[in-house]
């Protein structure tokens, strides 16, 4: 071929061998991608910033309408307390301040539920002055991860034997108020000679009176009231937005509920009784100062013969 025109028919026919041959390695390489990403979850994507136009390649355990096919849809359905961050780690990246992309964030679908995703992608080509022209990345939906992730916080800070908040969730319970600067009640409870109880009795039967006073005590507190197992046999009750008057009132009703508990074993009806000691959180104190007062207060309770309510 010398002057332009359609190339001889043994050059042709291998040009056409090379499409093909190139043709079928690609659709090899696609299938080689498709079982390695298969069951993993991740979707690739890619971005064209100056367009705003979205591609995804695989859909794994996503529908084509789970997609937003333009930028602007995409952040459309970005959940509102993640969009910031989300849009400064992209944009910073764009802008050639960080080596990629990353982001875990919450998208909303229309019927309200939440979907979290992981996210990450890098710009893989930009124009002669440098602005972004493709970014290619993927994401993976992992909602059921942090589903997962929230149950075991929440275990974390619950005491397996009655349900109630252990010491560590009391004590994030205590720091919140504190930051918020709010006020509230303390009240330290104490189950009166218990080690006697458990070894007359036996430690079953202690559980279950254990569990019983936790009911006994948690079931009347309000949406802003907190009571928790701080160990052993003691109790915290945290009411809030309460002064020495109105919490006293609850932690009267408390202790006298709490006396006409009983626990069959066998033939026989066991009750037991409780110490209390009560404070109030003053301006300016942290936790740790109410704690140790409500501490006194119960010891002062305790002095006095016990199964009795001592304030401070």
């Known amino acids: 071929m010398t002057d332009g025109s359609t190339p001889p028919a043994d050059q042709m026919q291998q040009l056409q061998a090379q499409l093909a041959a190139a043709l079928a390695e690609v659709a090899h ?3 080689k991608l498709d079982a390695a990403l298969d069951g993993t979850g991740i979707c690739i994507w890619q971005g064209r910033p100056q367009s705003g136009d979205l591609t995804v390649f695989n859909y794994q355990n996503f529908e084509i309408g789970d997609m937003a096919p333009h930028f602007g849809l995409w952040l459309a359905k970005l959940h509102p307390h993640d969009k910031q961050a989300v849009l400064d780690n992209y944009y910073a990246h764009l802008a050639g301040k960080t080596p990629c992309y990353e982001a875990v964030y919450r998208t909303l679908t229309p019927d309200g539920s939440v979907c979290w995703l992981w996210d990450r992608g890098r710009v893989v ?3 002669d002055a440098g602005q972004p022209l493709r970014i290619l990345g993927a994401h993976r939906d992992i909602t059921l991860e942090k589903e997962h992730e929230a149950q075991l916080a929440m275990q974390a800070r619950l005491d397996p034997l009655t349900g109630l908040a252990n ?3 009391l004590l994030d319970f205590l720091k919140s108020i504190d930051r918020r600067g709010g006020s509230y009640a ?3 409870v104490d189950v009166d000679h218990f080690k006697q109880f458990n070894d007359l009795h036996g430690h079953d039967i202690g559980d279950r009176v254990l ?3 936790a009911r006994s005590l948690s079931a009347p507190l309000s949406d802003y009231d907190l009571c ?3 160990g052993g046999e003691e109790f915290l ?3 809030g937005n309460a002064d020495m008057a109105a919490a006293n009132d609850v932690i009267v009703q408390l202790h006298q509920a709490v006396q006409r508990l009983t626990v069959s074993s066998g033939e026989q009806d066991l ?5 209390i000691g009560l404070t109030v959180h003053q301006p300016g104190e942290n936790f740790d100062e109410v704690l140790l007062r409500a501490d006194r207060a119960l010891l002062s309770a305790k002095r006095k013969g016990r199964n009795m309510v001592c304030r401070r």
């Open 29 to 31: 390489l696609k299938e």
């Open 125 to 127: 080509e930009r124009d």
């Open 167 to 169: 010491r560590r969730g």
């Open 186 to 188: 303390l009240a330290m």
């Open 211 to 213: 569990i019983a006073i």
């Open 228 to 230: 928790g197992r701080w």
């Open 237 to 239: 009750l945290v009411l």
């Open 271 to 275: 009750s037991t009784t409780v110490s």
